[in-house]
């Protein structure tokens, strides 16, 4: 897990890497809320003073502090302070003059929450309505999706390892909504993003870990996938989708066990789960040998990728989703006509098991470590040293 990566290879890895982030431009585009898209938003100014492009033209307000309305019309962006309308353009641009501006971005309609973000907005026409584009530092928008995704109240190791994660994420998934026009959107399809974060703890955690990413052994992103609680084990990627990664191979974790979401139950009838079986799978239920073992699971010897046995072809993660489980880590059996679940962990169980990580940060264990133990034969690179050579 030490950086001792021999130069020829560093050149190959920052070629592999360096698609859209580079030191000179560690900006992403972020496209907000756009599955609810807004037809009037205000734009507050925060932090910092702002230049304001309608189209190409400069527009000097005189005093930044205005609070700005944006309406669409027609195929125009009809721009007023609450003083004057300002003119309509296709596209306005607000761009913070100093590194910390942040301001406050308001949907109107349909009417949302007040959110506040880093650096700049960019707002154009689509079909459905604004598009809202955050031009945003990439550690900034790091500290925001951290936040967002381990909650405000974990240990400083944890938002470590949660910052190396989302930001190997991240740039793994830059291309994701080219057609957008963008590089990744806010919502869970990329990573939830809220905006910018005050959280002391999560911005110095950011800031300790800036730039580092995991790499496989033979040197590209790794997909950094997570989930909440493994229930003991994690499990092969290509047992849930059908590619096999190297660092993505099942482990036994004991650290998560205790944790929230270890265990989860549930019931059906029996006449429903047997149906069920039969008709999404032709699973032989007139046989009352293999009826009965479709009513007495367990799962003592690790898990199974299989229901009963490989060979009738009853995929555990079918039935999963089918019947919404919370994971294919289950055991049942029979009480009176009722089918009773009892499940481990919650997610698909594939990389690093979230609730397992935060109590290996909570006795001590680094973030390096952590990482180590849930990827197999990875390493920890800085796109910032890489770079150097890079640019050498
Ligand atoms: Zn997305
Ligand atoms: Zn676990």
């Known amino acids: 897990m030490r ?15 360096f698609f859209g982030y580079s030191s000179n431009a560690q900006k992403f585009k972020i496209g907000l809320a756009a599955n609810s898209p807004s037809s009037t938003v205000i734009f507050t100014p925060l932090a910092g003073d702002y230049r304001i492009w309608l189209d190409t033209v400069l527009f000097n307000p005189g005093n930044t502090a205005d609070v700005y309305q944006l309406m669409l019309d027609g195929d125009s ?4 302070t609450f003083e004057r309308g300002i003119g309509k353009c296709k596209k306005i641009l607000f761009k913070a003059l100093v590194k910390d501006g942040s301001f406050k971005l308001k949907s109107v309609k349909p009417e949302a929450k007040v959110k506040t973000y880093d650096d700049d907005l960019e707002v154009t026409v689509a079909s459905t309505g604004l598009k809202l584009v955050n031009n945003v530092d990439v550690e900034d928008y790091i500290a925001g999706v951290v936040e967002s995704e381990a909650g405000s109240r974990s240990s400083s190791e944890y938002y470590k ?26 919502q869970v399809h990329c990573q939830a993003y809220k905006g910018k974060t005050d959280n002391q703890t999560v911005l110095s955690a950011v800031n300790e870990t800036r730039g580092l990413v995991i790499v496989d052994d033979n040197l590209n992103l790794i997909s950094a996938t997570f989930h909440s609680n493994c229930g ?42 047997l149906n069920y079986l039969s008709s999404k799978f032709r699973y032989p239920i007139a046989d009352s040998a293999s009826c009965g073992k479709a009513l007495s699971v367990q799962q003592t010897n690790g898990r199974e990728v299989y229901f009963v046995n490989k060979d009738l072809n009853v995929p555990l993660k079918n039935i999963r989703s089918d019947q919404q489980l919370k994971s294919t880590y289950f055991s049942l059996s029979l009480q009176n006509d009722t089918v009773l679940f009892n499940g481990r962990g919650y997610g698909h169980g594939v990389g690093l098991c979230q609730e397992g990580a935060m109590r290996m940060a909570q006795v001590g264990i680094s973030y390096r470590e952590i990482i180590g133990f849930y990827y197999t034969k990875v390493h920890l690179v800085d796109l910032a040293v890489l770079s150097f050579f890079r640019e050498d």
Not at 251 to 266: E, G, H, S
Request: aromatic share 10%.
């Open 161 to 186: 390892l949660q910052a190396i994660l989302c930001r190997t994420y991240a740039l793994n998934g830059l291309k994701k909504h080219e057609l957008d026009s963008f590089n990744l959107c806010d």
């Open 77 to 80: 962006i009809d721009v007023k």
């Open 232 to 273: 003991g084990q994690t499990v092969n990627s290509e047992d849930v989708w059908l590619l096999s990664a190297s660092y993505l191979r099942s482990v036994i974790d004991t650290f998560c066990l205790r944790m929230p979401n270890a265990r989860w139950q549930k019931r059906i009838t029996k006449s429903e789960w």
């Open 3 to 17: 950086y001792s990566i021999p130069k020829y290879l560093i050149c190959i890895l920052t070629q592999a890497l």
